[in-house]
């Protein structure tokens, strides 16, 4: 055991503890220190009143291995939910009404989500050419290209603000969305692409986002993170804020202030998790160059609003995940989640539980409203497109100031820079959803990649 290798990993977020659960399975020893009470991140599952909700993350996509491997390696089966089939449909807003999204070539032809003109349109992409870096192209530009305007507007603009709570207009169509680039990057186009990557995946044992089943718990995704700590014991180290790393000649002290005192800690190798502008004055020292690409990723605020009705006030069908709302619909908030269609025991059978999305990129302006007034606005047209005609019996509401990194035009330059500083300070290591992926299921899988690359430098 003297030989065995020690790694600290800061932050105790979904990236950090699969992470270290991963290095602890290969016989690494990872200690978590974690600046908060509760582990979790931006994963944050709240059980009040007999309602239960995720005031981050309300859901994950299987479409790693490494999901189903945690379940059965953390004895999580029990807890594990797929979502309602109802959950599948996804509506739209358009002139004030919302639409299914088709789901299928004739659901396409029979929507009124789009016009015979845009439905006409998509018959071209095919023969559209490649275009030129789409580390610097946006996915507006992109999709406006390949599918026209009409589908930017009313497909990918909700879509992205769903993902991201982002802007077309400013996300990097091959940062952000790089599977979507690498179909006309690999096969020329989207839908010539769509068919024939189908049969790869099948090979890697993954499952597109679209395909893959949506999952979470039945006390919600919290259990996750919890699970993890609970197996990695007193390894994961809460109310513990880092505060310096020191360079030593067999590798590097973390120095950290943990309830009041500071304390420290040495390890062969720091794998930093938590976001690029928490970790900024962290790493600075070893490369000065890197707090400014830390700093330039933009994190937009985010408000997560949620309410319950009693089912008999509602007069929409509740028959799928929830909706988006395109910016040209003009609305005060960027959508809502369906949440007690999408999993059991979130609410009693006679109520309903919805969480709604305001912000983003697309409003950061929201902070500097009186927020009563604001959520006042929100829960009227909310109301009015749902045809609810009474008051909710329960609310509450969850503000992220700096809520999801935003992939933005020339993003490839923080990545190639993050690189550079891995190679250039071995043992230290950076990661987090501002690499590889903002979704929970993108972290789990990143997470992965992380944990072996780490575990093979550690062991040359």
């Not at 602890?24 to 709240?46: C, P, Q, R, T």
């Not at 309602?51 to 379940?71: H, K, Q, W």
Request: glycine share 8%; proline share 4%.
């Amino acid at each position: 055991m003297a030989d065995k290798k020690r790694i600290v990993v800061i932050g105790a977020g979904i990236s950090g503890l699969t992470t270290a659960y991963l290095l602890y399975k290969k016989g690494v020893e990872a200690v978590v220190l974690e600046k908060n009470e509760v582990v979790g991140g931006s994963i944050e599952s709240i059980s009040e009143n007999g309602f239960l909700f995720d005031r981050g993350p309300n859901s994950a996509l299987e479409t790693t291995p490494v999901i189903s491997y945690l379940v059965d390696e953390l004895n999580l089966k029990e807890e594990f939910l797929y979502a309602n089939k109802k959950g599948n449909k996804r509506y739209i807003l358009r002139d004030n009404k919302l639409h299914a999204l088709p789901m299928s070539p004739p659901a396409f032809f029979k929507t009124k989500l789009f016009s015979a003109k845009a439905k006409l349109r998509l018959f071209a992409e095919p023969f559209i050419g490649r275009s030129d870096n789409g580390y610097y192209q946006s996915i507006a530009e992109f999709v406006t290209c390949r599918l026209g305007e009409e589908f930017l507007d009313y497909a990918i603009n909700p879509f992205v603000a769903g993902v991201y709570a982002g802007k077309p207009e400013e996300l990097s169509v091959k940062s952000a969305f790089p599977k979507l680039y690498a179909l006309e990057e690999k096969y020329g186009g989207l839908i010539v692409g769509t068919i024939r990557s189908i049969r790869e995946r099948k090979r890697r044992a993954e499952v597109s986002k679209q395909s893959a089943k949506m999952i979470s718990f039945k006390e919600g995704m919290q259990t996750l993170p919890f699970a993890i700590t609970n197996a990695l014991g007193q390894k994961v180290i809460t109310s513990a804020e880092v505060k310096s790393i020191e360079k030593e000649e067999t590798g590097y002290k973390v120095i950290f202030n943990f309830k009041g005192s500071l304390k420290s800690i040495k390890c062969d190798a720091v794998l930093s998790t938590i976001p690029s502008y928490a970790a900024d004055n962290l790493f600075s020292k070893f490369d000065s160059g890197v707090k400014k690409h830390f700093d330039a990723i933009y994190y937009p605020p985010v408000l997560v609003y949620y309410l319950v009705y009693k089912r008999e006030n509602i007069k929409q069908e509740l028959d799928g995940f929830g909706f988006l709302i395109p910016s040209k619909e003009k609305k005060s908030f960027l959508g809502a989640i369906w949440s007690s269609v999408i999993f059991p025991g979130r609410t009693d059978d006679d109520k309903a539980a919805f969480t709604i999305f305001i912000g983003g990129a697309r409003n950061p302006e929201f902070v500097n409203e009186n927020r009563e007034e604001l959520l006042k606005r929100v829960r009227k047209e909310f109301e009015e497109l749902m045809k609810i005609n009474n008051d909710p019996i329960y609310s509450a509401e969850r503000f992220w100031e700096k809520a999801i990194p935003q992939y933005n035009l020339g993003y490839i330059e923080h990545e190639n820079y993050f690189d550079e500083f891995e190679k250039k300070n071995p043992g230290l290591f950076l990661s987090g959803n501002y690499r590889g992926g903002i979704s929970v299921g993108d972290c789990i899988k990143n997470a992965e990649i992380v944990a072996n690359k780490v575990f093979g430098k550690m062991n040359n």
